[in-house]
């Protein structure tokens, strides 16, 4: 109690104002055990939950499907007043709070949005405030670069563009290869050449900030190329190469379409030949098309350089195609290879003759054979470049690819007087040595694993052997067929054989050899009636002649123009008239237009004195 009270004395002291308060009972048996209250009767209503945001209520001005955007809620939140300014007096209150850099940012982020025309009027705005220090805003080259941009995204004219730059000296700035190349897009799309072509040279002369780069030369040399202006281009492909900058693939197409059509084939196989030596332009290569178009042009020209970097183009494209995915099969047509290969032979370059086969080989892809035409243009490639045992071996694999072939296909296939002569004359070329170096050759080749064992092979040599008129080596390569390489003569050793004898008016032993074919059952063929009409008019007898050609006929054969064209001159020249005019029958009767021979005529008829001497 005593404690009780004291505790009652010194809360008076420290609450004097409040005199009225109870105290905490005395009493010692006091129960202060909770209880729990009763509830009291449910008369009141449970408080409701805040309004639905999706209802509509006026609360939340209507939901967050369809808000209401001038809420009294949302203006609250913006400065009042700054909706109501106009976009000027934005533009304008923001330029007196920025420096270079924060301009430069702010560029950076209206150029992704592409407000070209508020970068013009904030940089114009800017351009007349007052920095930090009450001094006058001064851009930087860079800064001045970005109005020159937004300037051309408006749409300024080139003229426009350079009075921009001309005011650049106001600010003491200058211009470097940038402002320069916003000058020449605005010429560019004026197709402005003359003008380009001033600032172009302006540039190479003011200096190393200003001094054009690949940007500056692919635009005035694309400029130029679109208006024809082909020299002058290519003055500036040879600088842009020289400096060591890069042609744009735009450029390099336009480049050789350009000098294609003009034939500056020359020119354009050293521009080639300069952007291979470049790591930066060794990658460009025209379009698919147009690499057709080139490898055509090329041969048409026999520039086998230019061919041979076409169908490098080309084979840079099948190679793209096979690792795209998916993979995209591209072939060269094998025409043009065909033609590739002869060219090669024409121009004697190896290098192309073995480009082409390569090319074919990949575009057939296994899954072809080439064609005759591809076996014969490769062999007369290499007959003209001298590679006589390259020559042979094409040969031995033409023979594989199309022994099978029909007996009229293969007759003319594999004939040493048309198909094969090519290689005949490269037999020939140096007469008995380089006969007998390829026979001997093939002997050797006989004996090897897998022996190789031609027919058309010997008979190239034996009709070689006769056009320089040696009939002993053509008998004996004829006899060797079968006895050294176990070979059966064909139709074109006979004819071959036929022709050596003819050639020297053996004429009874070139009919013996033609009879001894009949009687071991080949099947002679329109040009052995053709030699054994040849051999009897060599020996003055258009008479035995004409019994030859009615024996052709009887067999089935047509004689030729040139054939009957050959007896009646000889005709003439016997005077053997009767004759003459059975040629003129046989030529009614097959149809055969014989026409005149004046000029020939006019030779033989000319009389030859000392009077003018």
Same mark, same amino acid.
Not at 493 to 503: M, Q
Not at 535 to 548: E, F, M, Q, W
């Given at each position: 109690m005593a404690m009780l009270i004291k505790s009652r004395t010194i809360i008076k002291i420290l609450n004097p104002a409040k005199t009225s308060f109870r105290s905490i009972t005395t009493f010692t048996f006091l129960n202060q055990e909770p209880q729990l209250a009763e509830s009291p009767p449910s008369t009141l209503q449970p408080s409701p939950l805040p309004p639905n945001p999706a209802s509509g209520s006026p609360l939340y001005n209507e939901n967050w499907r369809n808000p209401i955007p001038n809420s009294p809620l949302a203006q609250n939140l913006i400065p009042y007043g700054f909706l109501n300014q106009s976009d000027s007096s934005r533009i304008r209150a923001l330029s007196q709070t920025?420096?270079?850099?924060?301009?430069?940012?702010?560029?950076?982020?209206?150029?992704?949005?592409?407000?070209?025309?508020?970068?013009? +009027?904030?940089?114009?705005?800017? @351009?007349?405030?007052?920095?930090?220090?009450?001094?006058?805003?001064?851009?930087?080259?860079n800064l001045y670069n970005h109005y020159l941009r937004a300037n051309f995204m408006i749409g300024a004219s080139a003229g426009e563009m350079l009075d921009l730059v001309a005011q650049m000296d106001d600010y003491a700035i200058e211009p470097n290869t940038a402002s320069f190349n916003l000058v020449l897009k605005a010429m560019y799309q004026a197709k402005e050449s003359e003008a380009a072509e001033k600032l172009l040279e302006r540039m190479v002369q003011t200096g190393k900030e200003s001094l054009p780069d690949d940007e500056s030369y692919n635009l005035v040399i694309d400029m130029l190329l679109q208006q024809d202006l082909i020299d002058v281009a290519l003055k500036y492909i040879d600088m842009t190469l020289k400096s060591g900058y890069m042609l744009t693939i735009k450029v390099f197409t336009e480049c050789v379409r350009s000098c294609v059509t003009k034939g500056r084939l020359d020119t354009l196989v050293s521009i080639i030949e300069k952007c291979k030596s470049m790591d930066q332009n060794k990658a460009l290569c025209p379009t698919w098309n147009l690499c057709n178009f080139l490898t055509e042009a090329a041969m048409q020209n026999d520039n086998s350089k230019l061919a041979l970097f076409a169908l490098e183009f080309m084979a840079r494209w099948m190679a793209r195609g096979e690792n795209a995915r998916p993979s995209v099969f591209l072939s060269v047509d094998e025409g043009l290879v065909v033609s590739a290969l002869v060219t090669a032979?024409?121009?004697?370059?190896?290098?192309?003759?073995?480009?082409?086969?390569?090319?074919?080989?990949?575009?057939?892809? +296994?899954?072809?054979?080439?064609?005759?035409?591809?076996?014969?243009?490769? @062999?007369?490639?290499?007959?003209?470049?001298?590679?006589?045992?390259?020559?042979?071996?094409?040969?031995?694999?033409?023979?594989?690819?199309?022994?099978?072939?029909?007996?009229?296909?293969?007759?003319?296939?594999?004939?040493?007087?048309?198909?094969?002569?090519?290689?005949?004359?490269?037999?020939?070329?140096?007469?008995?040595?380089?006969?007998?170096?390829?026979?001997?050759?093939?002997?050797?080749?006989?004996?090897?694993?897998?022996?190789?064992?031609s027919v058309a092979a010997l008979n190239c040599i034996i009709l070689g052997c006769a056009n320089t008129w040696d009939l002993d080596r053509a008998y004996q390569t004829f006899e060797a067929i079968s006895s050294t390489f176990g070979l059966t003569p064909n139709i074109h050793?006979?004819?071959?054989? @036929?022709?050596?004898?003819?050639?020297l008016k053996k004429t009874f032993e070139a009919s013996r050899v033609f009879e001894h074919l009949i009687?071991?059952?080949?099947?002679?063929?329109?040009?052995?009636?053709?030699?054994?009409?040849?051999?009897?008019? @060599?020996?003055?007898?258009?008479?035995?002649?004409?019994?030859?050609v009615d024996e052709m006929v009887e067999a089935g054969f047509i004689p030729s123009r040139e054939t009957l064209k050959k007896i009646r001159r000889r005709c003439i020249r016997e005077m053997d008239y009767e004759s003459n005019d059975r040629v003129d029958s046989l030529a009614k009767q097959h149809r055969i237009m014989m026409g005149r021979e004046t000029r020939r005529d006019l030779l033989f008829d000319l009389e030859y004195s000392t009077e003018y001497a």
């Open positions: 920025l420096d270079v850099q924060s301009l430069m940012n702010v560029f950076a982020d209206w150029m992704t949005s592409q407000r070209w025309a508020d970068m013009k +009027q904030l940089f114009e705005c800017w @351009i007349r405030s007052l920095d930090k220090t009450g001094k006058p805003n001064k851009p930087d080259v032979g024409r121009t004697y370059n190896s290098t192309l003759l073995d480009a082409s086969w390569v090319v074919l080989k990949r575009s057939l892809r +296994q899954k072809k054979r080439p064609n005759p035409e591809t076996y014969l243009a490769k @062999i007369y490639a290499h007959s003209l470049l001298g590679n006589l045992q390259r020559a042979f071996s094409t040969l031995h694999e033409f023979e594989g690819a199309h022994a099978n072939s029909s007996n009229e296909t293969k007759d003319d296939l594999f004939s040493p007087f048309t198909s094969l002569f090519p290689l005949v004359v490269a037999c020939s070329k140096k007469g008995f040595e380089t006969l007998d170096t390829v026979y001997f050759q093939l002997e050797n080749l006989s004996h090897g694993e897998p022996p190789f064992k050793s006979y004819n071959a054989l @036929i022709y050596a004898f003819g050639k009687s071991v059952g080949v099947k002679p063929n329109a040009l052995s009636y053709s030699l054994l009409v040849d051999a009897h008019l @060599i020996n003055r007898d258009p008479k035995a002649a004409l019994s030859v």
